[in-house]
């Protein structure tokens, strides 16, 4: 996990705030692997899968929250600032 200040600042968010909230996710995304589950987020739901051997992963919880899965690129803008797609 890391921190882009200037983007935080730049967004009006207190960095500090940010760092907070990036860190529990951080944690739980490192919990949950190691139990075997999958965050899949994408269209604005998301949910943990499981992958028991079966046609698909099994949907074992939703998770509350806006997640955009994103293609995963983040260019630098010609602000300098860090972007997403």
């Given at each position: 996990m890391y921190?882009?200040?200037a983007e935080c600042e730049a967004a009006g968010?207190?960095?500090k705030e940010v760092e907070r909230i990036a860190?529990?996710?951080s944690r739980y995304a490192r919990q949950a692997e190691a139990m075997g589950l999958v965050i899949c987020?994408?269209?604005g739901?998301?949910?943990l899968r499981y992958d028991d051997g079966g046609s698909g992963r099994l949907l074992v919880a939703k998770i509350d929250g806006n997640v955009d899965g994103g293609d995963g690129?983040?260019?630098f803008s010609n602000d300098g600032l860090l972007r997403g797609e």
């Open positions: 921190m882009n200040e968010l207190d960095p860190r529990g996710l987020g994408g269209s739901s998301s949910t690129t983040n260019p």
